[in-house]
């Protein structure tokens, strides 16, 4: 999957809930996985971590609660968007799930249209670039909806590729990106690809966003990677 798509980790026990809950946060458009015990969430939580995670209280394995504590000490999922969910007669123990790190709960059972708003509310807040439409950093626009990106109002010619490199830049300004960062994010981690193809189509994005101007919005960081500024650097 590309970075388009919300990726939401539930962690559940209770199979009805879940099956209910993944297929209405698929049919909202977000790319849904499952775990149903807290101890693996833990293991998966460290090889991908998600847009968002909906948490259970009471897990075989790891308790929710634990999970949560492990993730705010992480630095990686310090800031993770968490919804906890908990049963009727926890409730005394909510503060605790707030107090550990929950970004908000919600106490069972729900109605799943407030659960699936929540999880939209709380995206928007967490990472307001992944929900927008249209992204634009300096003069370049990529529109999403119509697949279009333009340069100072110029449209500019992308393949398909380059469009997911560009937006997957767009959607962390500044930020610098490895070409592990960039192969996992833009083809997937189960596809293997060198290194050095992500050069290649780098150097096209640039090419085609560079097309008669002087400035370069990429920027090369030696032995680190790739960053796209919103500050436009000279270079040669
Ligand atoms: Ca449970």
């Known amino acids: 999957m590309n970075g388009t798509k919300a990726h939401i980790l539930i962690v559940e026990d209770e199979e009805p809930l879940t099956l209910l809950l993944r297929y209405n946060l698929e049919s909202e458009g977000y790319d849904v996985e499952t775990v149903g015990r807290g101890d693996e969430a833990d293991t998966r939580l460290k090889e991908r971590v998600p847009d968002l995670i909906v948490l259970d209280w009471m897990l075989p394995g790891l308790s929710g609660i634990e999970l949560c504590r492990r993730l705010r000490a992480r630095p990686e999922t310090k800031n993770l968007p968490i919804i906890m969910l908990t049963a009727r007669g926890e409730e005394s123990e909510r503060v605790r799930g707030l107090a550990t790190g929950a970004d908000d709960y919600i106490v ?96 096209r994005l640039r090419k085609a966003l560079n097309r008669g101007r002087a400035v370069d919005p990429i920027r090369t960081v030696r032995g680190a990677g790739y960053a796209l500024n919103d500050r436009f650097a000279k270079i040669a």
């Open 108 to 203: 069972k059972p729900f109605s799943v249209p407030e659960l699936v708003a929540r999880v939209g509310a709380l995206l928007r807040r967490a990472k307001p670039e992944r929900i927008a439409d249209v992204l634009t950093l300096g003069d370049i626009e990529l529109d999403r909806q119509k697949k279009r990106v333009s340069r100072a109002g110029r449209d500019v010619d992308l393949g398909p590729t380059e469009y997911r490199l560009l937006e997957f830049f767009m959607e962390r300004p500044g930020r610098v990106l490895s070409r592990e960062q960039l192969l996992d994010g833009v083809w997937g981690s189960e596809v293997y690809i060198d290194e050095r193809t992500v050069d290649v189509h780098v150097g």
